[in-house]
Every structure is written in structure tokens, then in C-alpha cells.
DNA sequence: ACAAATTTGTTCGTATGTATG
DNA sequence: ACATACATACGAACAAATTTG
């Protein structure tokens, strides 16, 4: 146990906070690597010499603070570095993903030709039953999964996207191919749930950390909806920043 | 049992659509009331005359769907109907739960003059150790607990600002009291966690369902900060909507 | 479906030192 | 000097979640 090492007591510091000062310096410093498991609370005890109760009080102040994630029945984390979302009317995945000096990949899991039900029919102005391609991706910054999208485009309109998106899993890429250079954001729905057990399989995460999810509406230049995603993210690796002008 | 009922099996409409169904009649037809809890799913599975999983998978359809809320241990509830919460420039928590034709009020929990920590003074643009009044208000809409607020305000500029809020537990109010009659919103972080027990007891929720989290900065006309709040909101009734322009 | 082992979470109780009035 | 409040630290036991067999 490198973290342990004889504690000053009684020098007017507490014994919690030299130790959370202690894991964090290993933490900033790169010794102890985003996702790496600390160790137990019992292990911990015995290496600093202190009662389960101090190490607790010091993980709590570094859980406070974003630096480790604790979860019960499983152990203690260095936590990821949380990806800045900015939510605005030119919100691209891979050029957010980018800007965060990290890169952008993605994976098709599904692609799949419904048709329209109320709610996707309504957001794309659309009738009800009209062909949609419903597109189910992958996210990743740094090979990390990041996101899950669930993608709706009217076939009418881009009846050869799906050839697109089989090429190259960029939405962006897709829309280009077909004619649409560009697009932006309309509106985006944001809350939280828990997630299912294949969406935090997916995500890489436990079931019992929570997902944010989005809904978002694009459209093309003239205003006319183009694209409904629908998107979970891991809650824990994921700030989403909205700018008001 | 109301609900339950003979089902046409063999018909081409699979049991749990056709029990989903149902269901959704009775919430969207009003005659489920928001909140009210569902019948045991040992219940509805004698009622209708199925096994215990058609009634699961009927009961995870509609749960995905948002129109009820499942809580192991605890029962069904038909869901809530969420606040819509446009995040803005002119973010204000009253104006907004008024606009859902809802009755907004509050209540301060706890009001403490603490010296800024390195992060608020950061985003208030202070040093370190100054003074800061930090206030916790749990807020209301038609008496159903919205959110958990904390607010960080310099007491250099604010003097007064805890007389004020003590009299009227209106932020908006007592920063006009304190001669700052209009402050705009200028960035919103949101992202999601679960609960302390306490926030879950506040907002009563179950401890098991996610929180949103948003960290806000508030400005006056020129820029210069004079707000840093805080805020968690019960994630199934809460959606935070951007518009982009 | 169940049981065991591991790990964190919660709640008791006790004791000590420090700042405050 | 004394009482009080608060944070710190330790000990024990049990609860709850997760993983593994």
C-alpha cells in the first residue's frame, strides 16, 4: 500500500483531511489514473493506521469534490474527467468531443425503417406512419462510451442516408452526403433516469448510477425538421453547459 | 379491478401491448389520476388473467413511455405530469412554474454566512474567504417540492440580503430589495447523480431515482456575477428544455 | 433460485480536544 | 473556572448492494 505512510496526529490538521489531501496529490499528479479502483475501506484503515470512520469522512469530502465516485458493494474509483457538453444551436458530437482534445468515434448498432409514431411524426412534421430511419449509435470520446443516440430521419426526404450511415457512422457525415451541408439545433430536452441494464452495459457503467437523457430536434436551414435524437449519457462522465446570450 | 378484463388472446396483438394499452387509456383519460398508485403487479396478473412477466413487460412499456413510475418495494404510481423548465437568460424559478399554470412558493431551509470556498469565489469573481451568504431554499410548485436551491451571494456587494429573504423567500425579490431589480442568467451546467437521503426526503422521491444537478451562474446587466446557484430537482418531474436561437 | 463472500452504507455508543461565551 | 457546542476519532454491529459460485 503506497498510499500509506505514518500521519502527524495532533498537529492541527485532521486526520481525514491529511489523508484526502494524500489521495488527492495522487490523483492530480497521475499516479492514481482516472477509473482505477481505489483500495477498500478496510485496507485503507489498516494502512493509514486510522478507523473505517476517518477514511470514510476523507472519501466523502474527495467524493464531494468530483475526484473519486464510490459505489457501494463494488468499491471506491478515481472518477473520469467529466466531458463539457454545450448544448446550443450548432451541437455536434464529434466536434464537442474534439474541442475536449479527445477523439470522436462511433458504432452503428441498428438501423432500422419504422414507421412514424405520434410523437417522432409530430416533432418532424410529419403524418403519422410515414418511413423513418431509426438509427441506434454508439458514442465514444477516447474509445470511452460517451453516449448512446437514437437517431429518427424521414426516408422521404433522405431516402439514402441509411447507404450513408453504413459507410460512415457520422450523423453529420450522412446528412452531408445527402445534400444537407448543414443543420442546427432547435430545441433539446434534457432529464435523467436510470438506465436499462443494456444501456449501462453499453455505456460501460452500473446499473445503479443514473443516464442523462436528451431529446433533440434538428432542422435545416429554412427551419424544416431534418432529425429527432434521442441520447442517454453516462450521468457521471457527462456536463452538459448551456451559454445564455 | 377496474383494469382488468377478458383479452382477446391469439389475435395478432400481443397480451402486454393489449394490457399497456388499456392502461394508457385509463391514465390519459384521466380516470388514473397522477400519482395514484396501480394495483400490486400480482394483482393485475390475477385481474387479467396472465402471468406476472406479461404484466412486467406491459408495465416496463409504459414506464419507458414515462406514463408511470415503477419503485421496487414500493408499487406502481401513475407519473406525474414534468415541469417543463426553459433554461435561459431570464432563468427565474417563480415566472417559470407560474407559466405551467402552477402556483409556485418556497421555503428557506437554512441561511449561513460562510467565506467563499476556491470554486464559488472562482465563479463569483471574488477572493477566496470572503464572505458569502450561502442559502438553501426548497421550492414549490402547487405545493409538490420542486427543487433544493442553494444560492451563493457576496455580502460585500449584499449586505442586507439575509434580512430580506428571511421577510420573503424570493431570490428575485430580495436581489430587487437589495437594489438589483433585473440579473440574467449567463451559463447552466446540468448534469445528474442520485440523492442524499436528505435531498430525496426534501423532494420526497424515492432514494433510488436520479436527481438533476445544475450549477448557474447569475449576472447583472454589466456581467459582473452576483449569484452561484446550486440546484437539484426530482428528475421525474422535472425537464429542462434549451431553445436554441 | 439460492447462498456466500466482499464491500460500502448506516446507526448506535464512547471519548477527546477545541473554541465560545 | 465552568458549561456548552462542535468537530474529530474510535469501536461494534448490522443493513444493503454487488459479485461469484
Redesign the interface.
Known amino acids: 500500500m503506497t498510499l500509506a505512510a505514518p500521519l502527524p496526529r495532533g498537529g492541527g490538521v485532521a486526520l481525514w483531511r491529511q489523508i484526502a489531501q494524500r489521495i488527492e496529490a495522487r490523483i492530480l499528479s497521475g499516479q492514481l489514473a482516472a477509473g482505477t479502483r481505489l483500495p477498500t475501506e478496510a485496507e485503507l484503515s489498516r494502512g493509514f493506521g486510522v478507523n473505517r470512520h476517518t477514511i470514510r469522512r476523507a472519501m466523502e469530502d474527495l467524493s464531494m469534490r468530483g475526484l473519486v465516485r464510490v459505489e457501494q458493494g463494488r468499491g471506491s474509483f478515481v472518477a473520469e474527467e467529466?466531458v463539457?457538453y454545450p448544448?446550443?444551436?450548432r451541437?455536434r458530437f464529434s466536434e464537442i468531443i474534439r474541442a475536449q482534445a479527445r477523439e470522436p468515434s462511433g458504432r452503428i448498432l441498428r438501423l432500422k425503417e419504422v414507421e412514424a409514431d405520434q410523437r417522432i411524426a409530430e416533432l418532424l412534421g410529419l403524418r403519422r406512419g410515414r418511413p423513418v430511419l431509426v438509427v441506434e449509435r454508439l458514442g465514444f470520446a477516447d474509445r470511452r462510451p460517451i453516449n448512446i443516440g437514437t437517431h429518427h430521419i424521414p426516408l422521404g426526404r433522405f431516402p439514402r442516408i441509411a447507404e450513408e450511415l453504413s459507410r460512415n457512422p457520422s450523423i453529420t457525415a450522412a446528412f452531408a452526403a445527402c445534400g444537407l451541408p448543414d443543420y442546427?439545433?432547435?430545441?433539446?430536452?434534457?432529464?435523467?433516469?436510470?438506465p436499462t441494464p443494456e444501456e449501462a452495459t453499453l455505456l460501460g457503467q452500473s446499473r445503479?448510477?443514473?443516464?442523462?437523457l436528451t431529446e433533440a430536434v434538428n432542422v435545416d436551414p429554412e427551419g424544416q425538421p431534418v432529425e429527432v435524437s434521442i441520447a442517454v449519457y453516462a450521468?457521471?462522465r457527462?456536463?452538459?453547459?448551456?451559454?445564455?446570450?
Chains 1, 2 share one sequence.
Open positions: 467529466v463539457e448544448i446550443g444551436s451541437t442546427r439545433r432547435q430545441v433539446t430536452r434534457i432529464t435523467a433516469r436510470m445503479s448510477r443514473p443516464v442523462l450521468a457521471a457527462m456536463q452538459f453547459v448551456v451559454e445564455s446570450a
